[in-house]
């Protein structure tokens, strides 16, 4: 039997778990970890700025590619803390990541030993598991769990601590004999979803509510397959976007009181029949729960049983993963098609796109500075399908959620439970590392922007080239734009006149000077007519020098983005001008009919 080190051991199980990649920040109480790492080789390392940053770039890792697990790596003291962040985000988008943590000898864990903390009890409520492992002959069969509990039921992160004396004690442990525990997907019986079809069928006006399970079970082609065979249209969630083309046929548009579209809300408010697959039915999405519910029948599809009833209770609920629930829901759709057993939904999926031609938003204006509609517009110009597009909170991410078209599943990577500031970089870090050959393009606003912004030296040093769009209204705009209902407009303003750039007046941060302090390309916009050619030069510049490159928009202070006051679906605000004829909206995915 092979002897080695645990932290050896540890190295050589996440590389048989399929692990090629790891970010993290060494410490004296993970180094030992580390020095496996080197000595074993076959895992690479981006080594980042801060903690937090690690385990956004972990996340946005695991979520670019299908079987993809993000590793990051830290001591169990402050690095563990700062993770907690990156813990809990995954844990709401159900991520499977990987935390491991160095630390305190065992025996002095207990007395305030320098950066000993409970880490495992700290991540325990955003986690699968969490556990600080005291045997060192354990580490094998607890990694071996972790990798098993991310991958099995609703994913999610696991965090493993291990204390320095635990990883250097040799072990009995033979890495040829390894074997990873085959994950757990509970799946659908064929009579839950004749059931389910049979309620379908007797509805007149169905929609397929899409979530982020469909991505996660590497689904979308079966739920399109779904879609087309029963003329169903659906609506993809903000998880769930992607899972079947902006410009198909069926799709309905997003729904919600943010994140949504005017013909998204409308059909869903002509609809009677709602089957939600891999969605967990988030509040922004729903909003009041007596509009959303109100004269439909729901069947809900969710690969955790405990979801099934926990915001209202479906007609139907069905504990299943989706990809298995998909192909048994194509199988009988499919049999009853070929019998002539399902109903003809031409007239009802061709008033959703009437909606979609008939209800949009504006988006071409030419006034400067800049309203951030036009650099939406500009977006969908310059950036095309294959566009792995990354954001995290803010009127940004709501109005190019708003606004912004996205054609494949993993192309639209966003926060959607947690929406910690600060996400964006570091989590567009670890997409570009997950797929270096990709167009990937962030979204910011200026404070989520400056949240991580050491990050971006991550890029640079690790030559990891991706374009980050920064819309700069020097605002916290989301928070102002809330506070309107209290009649407040207080600590919310970012404005100050930077005496070293005082060509920028009262928006502050330069933040071009920042970014090429970091070692990276940037490109300020102050007219709309130079964005496409700043999005053009961003792209050669990001192949060129292989680093971030920052487009930065200088944008009017204030713009109220459409959501809605009263927590209502049926009551968004359209604060700005409407579309009312075919040009205000160039780059709509209809041609507006008026």
């Known amino acids: 039997m092979a002897r080695m080190t645990a932290a050896r051991a540890a190295v050589e199980i996440l590389k048989r778990e399929g692990v090629t990649h790891a970010f993290g920040v060494p410490g004296a109480a993970i180094n030992p970890f580390y020095a496996a790492l080197e000595a074993s080789g076959g895992i690479g390392h981006t080594l980042a700025r801060h903690v937090e940053g690690a385990s956004h770039m972990a996340e946005g890792y695991t979520r670019t590619r299908p079987g993809n697990i993000g590793v990051c790596v830290g001591t169990s003291g402050p690095a563990g803390t700062d993770m907690i962040t990156g813990l809990y985000s995954a844990s709401g988008d159900s991520v499977p990541i990987l935390c491991i943590t160095g630390q305190a000898p065992t025996a002095v864990i207990h007395k305030e030993d320098f950066q000993a903390v409970d880490i495992a009890a700290i991540a325990r409520p955003v986690t699968k598991a969490a556990v600080t492992v005291l045997e060192a002959a354990q580490v094998p069969g607890v990694l071996q769990q972790a990798f098993h509990l991310m991958r099995s039921g609703r994913p999610g992160p696991v965090l493993v601590d291990l204390p320095v004396d635990v990883q250097l004690t040799e072990i009995e442990f033979d890495p040829g004999t390894y074997e990873p525990l085959r994950a757990y997907k509970p799946a659908a019986t064929r009579a839950q979803i004749e059931k389910a079809v049979g309620m379908l069928n007797a509805s007149e006006r169905p929609l397929i509510v899409a979530g982020g399970g469909v991505v996660n079970a590497d689904a979308a082609e079966l739920l399109v397959e779904f879609a087309e065979l029963t003329g169903i249209p659906v609506v993809p969630t903000l998880m769930g976007w992607g899972v079947l083309p902006d410009d198909h046929e069926l799709n309905a548009g997003m729904v919600g009181l943010q994140t949504s579209h005017r013909y998204g809300n409308a059909t869903f408010l002509e609809s009677d029949f709602v089957l939600g697959i891999g969605n967990r039915w988030a509040n922004r999405h729903t909003g009041r729960l007596d509009v959303y519910t109100a004269g439909r029948t729901f069947v809900h599809v969710d690969v955790e049983p405990t979801q099934l009833g926990r915001i209202f209770a479906p007609d139907l609920g069905i504990a299943s993963d989706a990809g298995a629930a998909l192909e048994l ?49 500009e977006m969908n110009k310059a950036f095309g399908p294959e566009t792995r597009y990354v954001t995290t909170i803010g009127l940004s991410q709501i109005a190019g959620a708003q606004l912004l078209h996205v054609y494949r599943p993993r192309h639209w990577i966003n926060c959607g439970q947690a929406g910690p500031l600060g996400w964006t970089v570091p989590a567009a870090l670890g997409v570009a590392r997950a797929d270096p050959g990709a167009q990937v393009v962030a979204l910011s606003g200026d404070y989520d922007f400056q949240f991580m912004i050491e990050e971006l030296a991550v890029g640079a040093q690790h030559r990891i080239p991706y374009v980050h769009v920064l819309v700069n209204n020097a605002y916290l705009g989301l928070i102002r734009q809330a506070q309107l209902g209290l009649d407040i407009d207080f600590q919310v303003n970012l404005e100050f006149e930077n005496i070293n750039s005082p060509e920028l ?14 070692g990276c390309k940037a490109i300020r916009v102050t007219d709309p007519g ?35 006051r009263t927590n209502d679906i049926g009551d968004v605000v359209e604060f700005e001008e409407i579309a009312t004829e075919p040009g205000h909206a160039p780059t709509a995915i209809r041609t507006l009919k008026v």
């Open 530 to 564: 130079e964005l496409g050619a700043a999005f053009e030069r961003a792209k050669k510049l990001a192949a060129e020098f292989q680093v971030p490159v920052v487009v930065e928009a200088i944008l009017e202070r204030v713009t109220n983005i459409s959501m809605s």
């Open 329 to 377: 829901f194509v199988e009988v759709a499919g049999e009853l098609k070929a019998a002539g057993g399902l109903p003809d939904r031409s007239a009802w999926a061709a008033s959703a796109q009437e909606r979609r031609a008939t209800l949009q938003r504006r988006t071409h204006f030419d006034d400067v500075p800049i309203k951030p509609q036009r650099v939406y517009e």
């Open 505 to 518: 007046g009262v928006y502050g941060v330069d933040h071009v000077k920042v970014v090429e302090g970091l």
